[in-house]
């Protein structure tokens, strides 16, 4: 017995932490409000389970709630998923289910748990999980990724997701079970008695269902199991017996049981690939169809699509299939699955009764105890709560009162069953069987062996298993299976059987925990058992069972492998097999039986003992005790030093997995026995364990004893160490040696010389004693070079990394003991120059038997000389040639990415990192016997330096920040190493691109750079981030200030943009009309009380028509600037037509019916009002379809604003998200404003789409495009016009050929028939040129298939006049009956034609250049004609033809005057009779169109030459207005209409910029209201305004042809008279000005303060044919021009990092940062100051330094440093190192060399470089006092000496680009040098003796000889001091020298060494020493 005990207690470990458990969400649920109201709304039948007083809260003690009330409650916990990284802090997060609530918590050690979300459902809740669903994106192939908790109802599941999305997706049958997968949810239907009796034999329903995404339809799932006969059918889930017991997201698979059979299958799940869909599909002739049908009735699918409701909670159960038997006769069997067309109501297929569905088979008391258990996540069974509730009678009639149905054979079969267009169910996922078990013999059918839980573990050799534990049979059974190389298909290996009462996975330390059979748990990994685990507190069960089935304990070895798993039963091992990985046992199962059923029995109250695991999260498990108490524990990790782990890492990666796998688990048990080590001390205990592996007696070594002294011995050690020998006993280290591995690996047969043991204690204490020999039994002992070499190269590792070097000096001395008991000499020399002080005092080393190191496997990759990583570099630096340097895969990260970048940047192969790897690195592989050939030396000359090195620091920064590297790390890189990484980024710092990814912006410390590519990835993100600058509006406190919806234009940005003046609060003042206007009149003597009243009033009337103007141009103004808040309506200005007169600030109002106001007068301005407040929304901002109607006002009244408030919305794109079903419902109100708005909108949003749904609302408002036979629709007018506009704006630029024909014909469009069509025709025909036009926008004569149409000759026709032609086509039978009002004859009436046709041949021509077309535009020549023209259409045909030849307009007055014909400009001859009115007339519309076609030419660029020139003619035409003489000629009304066009044409060239002569000739405009400026006058006016501070300064005009067709219709200029004026334009048409808008307003953004400020750009034009490519500096925030004419932007220095931007590639870059409010971030230099603070520039740091070159260091004040760098650690580094302070005594002249580095740093920009320089001082200060203890320093000061040569030696050009460019490094390379030379000259001695090889002295004179042959790069010469003390002169001595590969310069140093003895060398060859 003793022996048994002892066995179990050696390998026992113990668990941490152990803390009661119970879950959280039953405490909150506690607390939940729900639970008192519950029992009101009784849903749920088991409401003990609340109790009623509300105090005891959920179940006082559960103990006594009855076992299918604890059923209700469940829960699961899972690994938190939000962290950023991995190194986020772990948290657990809980899904707890009880009742109808779902409570997600989360919780971690440090921090209590927490409610994240609770969900309360209407009825009970049967499952609740997490699920993640894939959305995919519109247009691309990724998927974004949906995190949802599903709950699980009887009818239903809810999906609620992370950001807040809700769905309720109905359940068409009852269901059992749902998985969460990686697609999304399987749903598993119920079974019920009636599916048996309503199906055909070989019909089965799918009983599988998956929905991908809860607005997805259910479908069913398609199977493809693995036939055994070829080709293996594809056919629908569906057979009954099939359960899933598991899913898993990654691998993506499902494991099902086959009830019937008693056996698991495991299946791979993925999506449906097309063969598939279509062979399940197929409608097969065969009557016979596949095997098992192919599901061929359609009443599954009616029923899913219309019963769906009836299996509510309450009515009847699941209904399985509606209809009769008969019906699946009636559609053959080999019909698929069909959605059949049962929408319609006369549908006879009645429910069946529920109680015949819903009887559910009483579960059996055996599954019981199952039952109890089974709601751990693995396997959650259907509750048994219903059961009672839903056993029915059997035909009792249903609680919804249609009497059920009962099944006869002949029942009726529904007809339109057969109806031909049934949709049928397409599948979405398939599963593919991959493996299922063997059928075992000995299998028990009476006892069910499903699994009750399945899991996937992976071994500490990363194996993984798929591991299902069958409870029944008490056993877990393991499946290896391995991953193929495409990763999709899985390879199933072997079973291997575990016994086990229950268990659960570990997942991070690759183990799980098996609860035993008699209680105790043990750990495996994989299938090796590792140790029985201790729970403090918890008596583990040795009891006399222990005893009788002692066999149990110790299972025969037998290891399931491939080739032998069929036969599983191998013969037995002889005695020496230890427990190693497990197997079935043998015997039959029943012992087990026995053994759980006594232990049921006997222990049932004695003591507490572990039940059930549960909810494994990592490496923390729940144990759930008898008594129905929970703990939750945790499991120790492998090792906690990083040191340990990556030394245990190396081991397994170079040995072979068996053996990896011994040490492994030997090394666990060791470390974390009971009362283990601290972890201080794991390193020493893992030498001692992994030395005495290896064979040394670790007590008989000196330094090794130590460690035993510093040790407590661990249990495992001391148990063997307090015994004396008992032979063989010694259990552990025979499993070790006896294994089936040892015996391969050693042909001789095993010897037990247990010198671990037996030693005797006297041999111990004498050291000297000479027999310190390696076991070599030990099971390490073959493996030892090889275990040294990955040792060794995991040192060269941590010497790389600061962190991790004090680490390095630990594991050194391991590698000098192993270095020199293999007697590897180089190796030793090598670690004494690394830590000379610490090597010296090793002098220990055990002999090998020279018989024995054959036996050890001397792997190929083990040289003589050692790979030493910091001499490749320093051989890269001098441009040496290298072989590969070696490099364990996973392991030495950090120096593979240090010598590849070297590769890169150093030696300037480009393909370093990519095709050329192998050059430079050697990967190491476990096992390989020896190279094929010895690796080719690359010579230098074989790599082309055709790459400038700024590429090249480019590439390297671009490939550091793929592999993941960051500055963080970079600190952590050695300073000599990092020094080129730190050029190259220093030289990418400045010229930078602008299109690099967030990662590599922050690596090369660019912050501006980093936030403007942030808030690009941040898109998506709210409109926080949509708009750079949400900066709050100041807050003002008038109560009126609010109102005049203008208060969101950005102050920070105007502020900046036009800092001088106040201008944009006057436009406020101007553009509101939210106050009462201010009515003067003065009241004279004569004039009566009532006609006073009488005349401010019509005052007053005069204003409004200004007022009700205003917001047409405040739209413009206030464009997009606004983001919405979700919750609230859309703040409206109201108009305010109110008036007051001074002095006494009396009400006048219009409607006292004093005067008479024209009806209907407030509709269009309104509505116009309701598009300037909807204009405000941000296109970047949240609207939803919610929020648009939410904004529908309550009154009436108000509808025409809420119409314009749509048509804004689709201005700026929101209006797509609309519902349709609204849409529909607005045009079905027949409210014509919103009609228009509403088409408009949409049109807009949709703008060149050729949307169908969209053509189909349209074409319902325009009779043409409707069928000749249609109906008769009474359309409004203006509905019409606005619908032939939608046309063109949907299809603009198409080139639709019918769309064409039909708008080209209505062009010309006759009134009638009868009354209709008579008013109003000329904004009609127009209305159709405009969009024509449009939809052929810019195609000229190359349009495609309209050649038969004639479009520019029947447009030429429409233009001038003639014969009527023929109706074309389906519109004959329209015209037919002429009006009845208008007589037109058969010729063309021009005067309505002539506008529309005008446009639209521009359109079409536009920037064509076409001469043709444009000749015929010319106004005529001769006076005759002259007349026959209306002036008006002289202004159009000009504007059409300059537009046509775009590039001939030239902005100047001789080009705008060449227009006017030649008659009017020669002198006249007094006798001919000219009319001067139509002279004057045709010249001043003339002038007035061409003057459009400049603005519209110039249009957004702000041009001087165009603005003068605009600017002359407007003088000239308000000086001839100004003389009533030459004004009564033209007539007042056709100047202003000239002079409103030439003020927009002045507006759009100056659009955004806020001109301020434009801006004074707007004021004088709008002060003037009397006379002759109508309501048309006043809209123009105001619309320049708005153009011209275009969104607040923000956006401009494009000059795109879609922008200019948008101005055409937007500033056609014949303006309306009067308010309700439609006749001649839709005055809707206004606000498609915004189409042509486009951001160009480049703000920049200081990155620092967030705060916007001023900036130099450069801008370089493309060079065109007016002007070669030309650079201008502009002052940002400014506007931009259009980007295809930049060649590139740039932010200039010096105040600025440069940051250029490069348009001739790609423009998509800046766009989007000009449409995120043109936030470009910019930073400001170190050392400088911004514009606002400093204009000139003279206050910066540099400033000081101009005149003096070296004052400015003694110039330099550390205390200002703060106003001049942003950098946290230079400001404090100046506070305490810079400074005098009375408490550090600092030397004047550290301080002042400190105040230097600071300086050089800040002047530099390279804050980074300042720990450099400390350590480069700190190391040369170190070496003169001569108190180093180990080389590093002088490494790395190696290092910066060697760059700095090759960087001089390239040339004088490079040495700017070298970070350290000052005096500092020649000046510290000097003192090194001096300390050297003075050392040697006294100690050239010392450095013989080293070079013969004697011993050196443990004095401080090794150390500096080891600084020495560091610092002098000399290798190691102990071989070579023969060859070289021979040569006799200095000749010889270079000869020899060139093998040495050392510097010349060095090499000069050794040569008084070598050659002379004494000191007459000194001056070898006549030169002085000192000039090297």
Not at 1561 to 1573: A, Q, V
Request: aromatic share 8%; proline share 6%; charged share 20%.
């Amino acid at each position: 017995m003793s022996e048994v005990v002892y066995e179990e207690t050696a390998t026992m470990i113990a668990a941490g932490e152990l803390q009661s458990f119970v879950p959280f969400g039953r405490e909150h649920c506690r607390n939940h409000p729900n639970a008192f109201n519950l029992q009101l709304r009784e849903l749920q039948p088991a409401s003990e389970l609340w109790s009623s007083d509300g105090a005891a809260g959920l179940v006082g003690s559960l103990q006594e709630v009855s076992l299918q009330e604890r059923e209700r409650e469940s829960w699961q916990l899972r690994k938190g998923c939000k962290g950023v990284r991995e190194e986020d802090v772990e948290f657990e997060e809980e899904l707890y289910a009880a009742g109808t609530v779902v409570v997600w918590s989360q919780g971690s050690r440090t921090q209590a748990s927490n409610v994240y979300k609770a969900f309360t459902v209407d009825s009970p809740v049967q499952q609740a999980l997490w699920c993640t669903f894939a959305v995919p994106q519109n247009k691309k192939d990724e998927e974004e990724v949906e995190q949802t908790v599903c709950i699980v109802q009887s009818s239903c599941v809810n999906v609620h997701t992370v950001t807040g999305k809700d769905f309720i997706s109905p359940l068409p049958f009852q269901v059992s079970n749902v998985w969460a997968t990686k697609f999304g949810l399987l749903l598993e239907r119920k079974n019920t008695t009636t599916d048996a009796q309503l199906n055909l034999p070989g019909e089965p329903l799918p009983t599988v269902f998956s929905m991908l995404h809860p607005l997805d339809e259910i479908a069913p799932v398609v199977c493809k199991p693995a036939g055994l006969f070829e080709g293996s059918h594809v056919q629908y889930a569906s057979d009954a017996s099939m359960k899933i017991v598991f899913s898993c997201c990654q691998p993506s698979v499902v494991v099902s049981y086959d009830t019937v059979q008693g056996i698991h299958s495991v299946w791979a799940l993925r999506k449906v690939t097309q063969d598939e869909r279509s062979t399940v599909l197929r409608c097969t002739a065969d009557p016979v169809g596949t095997p098992l049908g192919l599901m061929a009735s359609g009443l599954l699918t009616s029923h899913l699509r219309n019963i769906s409701r009836l299996d509510s909670p309450g009515g009847s159960g699941a209904t399985g299939l509606g209809g009769g038997t008969g019906t699946s006769c009636a559609v053959g069997p080999g019909s698929p699955l069909h959605y059949s067309a049962l929408h319609s109501h006369q549908s006879r297929i009645m429910t069946s009764s529920p109680g015949f569905h819903s009887r559910v088979h009483s579960p059996s008391i055996s599954n019981m105890a199952a039952l109890s258990r089974a709601h751990s996540p693995g396997m959650a069974a259907p509750s048994f709560s219903g059961a009672a509730r839903f056993n029915t009678s059997f035909h009792s009639p249903s609680p919804r009162g249609h009497h059920g149905v009962i099944h006869s054979p002949n029942s009726t079969v529904n007809e339109t069953m057969l109806v031909p267009e049934m949709e049928p169910i397409i599948p979405d996922l398939c599963m593919e069987q991959l493996w299922s078990e063997t059928v075992t013999a000995g299998c028990h059918r009476d006892m069910s062996s499903q699994a009750c839980k399945v899991f996937l573990t992976s071994d500490l050799c990363e194996n993984r298993y798929l591991c299902f534990l069958v409870e029944s049979h008490q056993q877990l059974r393991c499946v290896k299976f391995i991953e193929s190389n495409n990763t999709s298909q899985l390879i199933f290996t072997s079973v291997t059987t575990i016994p086990a009462k229950d268990a659960e996975p570990l997942q991070n330390i690759g183990a799980m925990l098996v609860l035993e059979a008699c209680g105790s748990l043990v750990l495996y990994t994989g299938i090796t058992r590792v140790s029985k685990v201790f729970i403090p507190g918890l008596l583990s069960p040795t009891f006399s069972l222990t005893n009788h089935f002692s066999h149990l304990s110790t299972p025969v070895e037998n290891v399931s492998t491939p080739a032998n798993s069929g036969s599983r039963h191998l013969q037995r091992m002889d005695e020496a097999a230890m427990p190693s990985p497990v197997s079935e046992l043998r015997g039959p199962n029943i012992k087990h039986h026995e053994g759980s059923f006594l232990e049921d029995y006997t222990f049932q109250h004695a003591t507490p003992y572990i039940h059930a695991l549960r909810d494994s999260v990592c490496n923390r498990v729940t144990l759930e005790l008898n008594s129905g108490t929970m703990l939750r524990i945790s499991i120790p990790e492998i090792a906690t030093s990083e040191l340990v782990r990556k030394c245990l890492q190396a081991i397994h990666f170079i040995l072979p997995k068996e053996a990896a796998m011994k040490v492994l688990v030997k090394w666990y048990n060791i470390y974390n026995a009971p009362g283990g080590p601290s972890s201080h001390a794991e390193w020493n205990l893992y030498v001692t364990c992994f030395m005495t592996l290896m064979g040394y007696n670790t007590e008989r070594l000196a330094w090794t004893r130590n460690l035993h002294f510093e040790v407590p011995l661990s249990p495992v050690i001391a148990a063997k160490k307090a015994r004396p020998s008992d032979g063989g006993s010694e259990e552990d280290l025979d499993y070790l040696l006896g294994s089936l591995y040892h015996r391969q690996m050693n042909s001789q047969p095993v010897c037990y010389n247990n010198t671990l043991g037996t030693e005797t204690v006297s041999s111990m204490s004498s050291p000297s004693s000479p027999s310190l020999k390696l076991d070599s039994s030990a099971p390490l002992f073959p493996h030892i070079p090889a275990l040294f070499y990955v040792l060794h190269l995991l040192y060269q590792e941590l010497q790389l990394d600061e962190l991790q070097r004090a680490r390095a000096s630990s594991l050194v001395c391991l590698l000098q003991q192993l270095a020199r008991d293999l007697q590897l000499d180089e190796y030793v020399d090598l670690y004494w120059r690394d830590y000379p002080s610490l090597i010296s005092g090793f002098t220990e080393s055990c002999v090998i038997d020279q018989a024995l190191i054959g036996q050890m496997q001397r792997p190929s990759f083990l040289r003589a000389e050692p790979p030493c990583v910091l001499s490749w570099l320093s051989s890269c630096l001098r441009g040496e040639e290298n072989p590969p340097f070696p490099c364990l895969p996973g392991i030495s990260q950090r120096t593979r990415l240090l010598v590849l970048s070297y590769a890169l940047y150093i030696i300037g192969d480009v393909n370093a990192t990519s095709t050329a790897v192998s050059k430079y690195l050697a990967k190491l592989s476990p096992g390989q016997k020896s190279y094929a050939s010895e690796p080719h030396y690359r010579r230098q000359s074989s790599v082309n330096m055709k790459f400038s090195s700024e590429s090249l620091a480019e590439q390297l920064v671009v490939w550091l920040t793929s592999e993941g590297f960051t500055l963080k790390d970079l600190e952590s890189v050695p300073f000599g190493v990092a020094l080129p990484i730190r050029e190259a980024i220093y030289r990418c710092r400045e010229q930078p691109c602008s299109d690099w990814s967030e990662e590599v912006c922050l690596l090369i410390g660019r912050q501006d750079l980093t936030k403007q590519a942030h808030t690009m990835t941040l898109a998506k993100c709210k409109a926080s981030v949509g708009s750079g600058l949400s900066l709050e509006p100041p807050a003002t406190t008038e109560a009126d200030e609010e109102e005049d919806g203008m208060l969101d234009i950005i102050q920070e940005v105007t502020g900046l943009i036009w800092s001088q003046d106040l201008r944009v609060q006057e436009v406020r003042r101007l553009l509101q009309s939210s106050r009462p206007a201010r009515v003067s009149v003065v009241q004279l003597p004569e004039v009566s009380d009532h006609e006073y009243i009488e005349e401010k009033e019509n005052k007053l009337l005069q204003l409004c028509q200004r007022t009700m103007a205003l917001p047409v141009g405040r739209g413009l103004f206030t464009l997009f600037s606004y983001h919405p808040v979700p919750t609230e309506p859309l703040p409206v200005p109201k108009l305010n037509l109110t008036g007051r007169a001074p002095p006494r600030n009396t009400m006048v109002d219009l409607n006292s019916g004093n005067i008479d106001v024209p009806p209907n007068m407030t509709s269009w301005p309104s509505f116009h009002n309701g598009v300037a407040a909807g204009l405000k929304i941000a296109p970047a901002s949240q609207v939803d379809s919610a929020w648009i109607a939410y904004n529908k006002p309550k009154s009436p009244e108000l509808a025409n604003e809420y119409a314009g408030f749509l048509m804004a919305l689709g201005l700026n794109g929101h209006l797509t998200k609309l519902a349709t079903l609204n849409i529909h419902d607005y045009l079905t109100k027949g409210h014509e404003m919103t009609s228009i708005g509403l088409l408009l909108g949409v049109s807009s949003a949709k703008l060149g789409t050729m949307d169908m749904s969209i053509t189909r609302l349209l074409s319902i408002h325009i009779p043409a495009l409707l069928p000749p036979t249609s109906t008769e629709l009474d359309v409004p007018h203006n509905v019409q016009v606005a619908a032939v506009i939608g046309i063109g704006l949907v299809y603009q630029g198409t080139g639709h050929r019918h769309n064409a024909e039909v708008l080209l014909s209505e062009i010309g469009r006759p009134p009638g028939p009868e009354m209709e069509y008579c008013t109003d025709r000329e904004s009609y025909s127009l209305a159709a040129g405009l969009a024509l036009g449009m939809v052929c926008l810019g195609h000229g004569s190359n349009l495609i298939g309209m050649t038969d149409l004639n479009v520019p000759e029947q447009l030429y026709q429409y233009m001038v006049g003639g014969h009527r032609r023929a109706q074309a086509g389906a519109n004959r039978e329209r015209h037919k009956s002429p009006s009845y009002q208008i007589k037109e004859g058969d010729t063309i009436n021009v005067d309505v034609t002539c506008p529309g046709a005008t446009l639209a041949l521009a359109m079409i021509y536009l920037k064509t250049n076409n001469r043709s077309i444009a000749d015929w535009l010319k106004p005529p020549d001769t006076w005759f004609l002259l007349d026959f023209i209306k002036p008006e259409f002289l202004l159009l045909r000009t504007l059409a033809r300059c537009i046509i030849m775009w590039d001939e307009i030239l902005p100047n007055a001789e080009w705008v005057k060449s227009n006017i014909p030649q008659i009017m400009r020669g002198t006249f001859d007094p006798s001919e009779d000219i009319n001067m009115e139509t002279m004057a007339q045709a010249q001043d519309y003339i002038t007035a169109g061409a003057c459009m076609a400049l603005g519209l030419r110039f249009a957004g660029s702000a041009n001087s030459d165009a603005f003068d020139c605009l600017y002359e003619f407007a003088r000239s035409f308000m000086k001839i207005m100004s003389f009533a003489g030459t004004a009564a000629v033209t007539g007042y009304y056709n100047l202003q209409t000239g002079l409103s066009m030439i003020l927009l044409a002045m507006s759009m060239v100056m659009s955004g910029t806020g001109n301020l002569k434009v801006l004074q000739l707007c004021r004088f405009f709008h002060k003037r209201t009397g006379g002759e400026m109508n309501y048309g006058f006043h809209m123009a006016h105001h619309m320049a305004l708005g153009l011209l501070f275009l969104g607040g300064g923000r956006y401009t005009l494009s000059t795109s042809n879609s922008a200019i067709a948008a101005l055409l219709c937007a500033l056609y200029p014949h303006f309306p008279a009067h308010s309700t004026d439609n006749r001649y334009h839709l005055q809707a048409l206004r606000h498609l000005a915004v189409l042509a808008a486009e951001p160009r307003l480049l703000v920049p953004v200081d990155v620092d303060s967030l705060k916007p400020c001023y900036a130099l750009l450069e801008v370089t034009y493309k060079e065109t044919k007016w002007y070669d490519e030309t650079t201008v500096e502009l002052m940002a925030p400014t506007m931009l021009p259009e980007l295809h004419l930049l060649k590139r932007v740039k932010v200039k220095g010096p105040r600025y990092w440069e940051l250029s931007v490069d348009l001739s590639k790609e423009t998509q870059h800046l766009k989007s940062i000009l449409s995120r409010d043109g936030v470009l971030y910019v930073k400001l230099r170190a050392g400088q100051l911004p514009y606002k603070d400093d204009p000139q520039g003279w206050k910066s740091l540099l400033a000081s330094t101009v005149n003096h070159r070296n004052s400015g260091v003694r110039a330099f004040e550390p205390e200002a440093i703060s106003t001049f760098t942003s950098e946290p650690a230079l400001v404090s580094f100046a506070e305490f190192f810079c400074k005098k302070s009375e408490d550090i005594k600092h030397r004047d002249d550290t301080l002042v060399l400190f105040s230097a580095m600071l300086y050089e740093c800040v002047t530099q920009e390279c804050p980074e470089m300042l720990p450099t320089y400390i350590a480069v001082e700190q190391a040369v200060g170190a070496l003169r006092r001569g108190d180093l203890l180990q080389t590093f320093p002088l490494w790395q000061m190696r290092l910066v000496v060697e760059l700095w040569d090759s960087r001089v030696l390239r040339g004088p050009a490079n040495r700017h680009n070298a970070l350290l460019t000052s005096e500092f490094l020649p000046v510290m390379k000097n003192m090194a040098d001096v300390a050297l030379d003075s050392w040697l000259k006294d100690n050239s001695s010392l450095l013989r003796s080293y070079m013969r090889g004697e011993a050196l002295p443990k004095n401080g004179q090794s150390i500096m000889l080891a600084c020495f042959l560091v610092y002098r790069s000399i290798p190691c010469l102990r071989n070579t001091h023969a060859q070289l003390e021979s040569c006799s002169s200095f000749g010889d001595l270079l000869s020899h020298s060139s093998e040495l590969h050392i510097p010349l310069r060095d090499l000069l140093r050794l040569v008084p060494v070598l050659l002379g003895s004494g000191s007459g060398a000194q001056t070898l060859l006549g030169f002085p020493l000192k000039a090297f």
